[in-house]
C-alpha cells in the first residue's frame, strides 16, 4: 500500500530570500499557492524579512497522490520535504485546516525540526465525518471533465452557488492538452467521506496522544465567527502544545487568512519574531 511517506519530494514553492524560514501548509481541497499572498507579505517589499515555503500536502496541487490517507504520513511528507530545504534548520510552520492538523502532527512527531507553531482554526480532535464536504465532493465528480471545451464553460456547469468556494474548488481543475482532470485525489476523498463517522481525514490519530508534549510556542488562531474550535478544545490542545495562546480573530470565518489577511500577516510578523508566544 502507498502512502505519502512513500511519495517523492513534495511540490513547493518559496517566497523570500533571507530572514526565518516558514511553512505554510494548506486545507482539504487547497494548494500552497493559497497562501501566496500571505507570504508575499510576510516575507517584506524586498523578501528579506521571511523565508517561506508554500507546501503542497500530498494528494492535493502538484504533490504525488497515495492510496491511503494518513496523517502520520503527510506529516512525514512535509518534514521530509522541509529537510530537504533546509537541511538542520528550524521552521515556524503554519497550517490551516487539514494543514493544521498536519502540522500539528509534525511538530509532535518531528518536534527538531519545528522552532514554533500556528494551527489556524482546527483543534486536535476528530470532527467525525466530512459531511460538512459531501456536497463540495458531489459537485466535483459530477462536473463533466470529457466534456468541458473551457474552463468557462467549467465554470458555467459547476453547480456551486457561491463564488468564492466555487473558485477555491476549481483552482483543482487543470488541462493537459484537450483533457482535463482534477489535480486533488479526488477519489480518496471521496472515498474517504463514504466512510461516514470512519472518516479518517476529519480524525484525529490516537496514537498521537502517547506522544510527549510538542514544548514550543504555539499561536492557535480561530476565526470568530467559525465553529471548528470549541471551548472545551482548550483543554486537549494545551495537554499537547502548552505553550499555546489563543488569538480569536472576531468577523471572520473557518478560513481566517481570506477573511483577516491583514490581522494574520501581522500577528505571523510579531509571533516569528518572539514578540507573541
Not at 482534477?182 to 479518517?200: E, H, I, P, T
Not at 496522544?209 to 476565526?223: K, S
Amino acid at each position: 500500500m502507498t502512502t505519502a511517506a512513500d511519495q517523492a519530494s513534495l511540490n513547493t514553492l518559496s517566497v523570500g530570500t533571507a530572514g526565518p524560514r516558514i511553512a505554510f501548509l494548506h486545507g482539504l481541497f487547497g494548494q500552497g499557492r493559497n497562501w501566496n499572498q500571505i507570504a508575499k507579505a510576510v516575507s517584506g517589499p524586498d523578501g528579506t524579512d521571511a523565508r517561506c515555503l508554500l507546501v503542497d500536502l500530498p494528494d492535493h496541487g502538484r504533490s504525488p497522490w497515495s492510496q491511503e490517507f494518513s496523517l502520520d504520513a503527510y506529516a512525514d511528507a512535509v518534514a521530509a520535504t522541509l529537510r530537504a530545504a533546509a537541511e538542520g534548520e528550524r521552521w515556524t510552520v503554519v497550517g490551516h485546516s487539514l494543514g493544521g492538523k498536519v502540522a500539528m502532527v509534525l511538530a509532535l512527531r518531528h518536534p527538531e525540526l519545528v522552532e514554533r507553531l500556528v494551527v489556524v482554526d482546527i483543534a486536535p480532535k476528530g470532527y467525525g465525518s466530512l459531511e460538512r464536504f459531501e456536497g463540495y465532493i458531489r459537485e466535483m465528480q459530477a462536473l463533466p471533465l470529457d466534456e468541458l471545451t473551457s474552463r468557462g464553460d467549467a465554470e458555467a456547469r459547476f453547480a456551486e452557488p457561491d463564488p468564492g468556494v466555487k473558485a477555491f474548488l476549481l483552482q483543482n481543475l487543470r488541462r493537459d492538452g484537450q483533457r482535463w482532470r482534477w489535480q486533488v485525489n479526488l477519489d480518496l476523498v471521496a472515498g474517504d467521506a463514504a466512510l461516514g463517522v470512519d472518516s479518517r481525514i476529519a480524525d484525529w490519530p490516537d496514537a498521537v496522544d502517547e506522544l510527549p508534549a510538542y514544548e514550543g510556542p504555539v499561536l492557535w488562531i480561530a476565526g470568530g465567527d467559525s465553529r471548528y474550535i470549541a471551548r472545551e478544545d482548550g483543554e486537549r490542545m494545551r495537554r499537547h502544545f502548552p505553550r499555546t495562546r489563543l488569538f480569536t480573530i472576531k468577523g471572520a470565518g473557518h478560513w481566517v487568512h481570506t477573511d483577516a489577511p491583514e490581522i494574520i500577516v501581522t500577528a505571523l510578523r510579531r509571533f516569528v519574531a518572539g514578540s507573541d508566544g
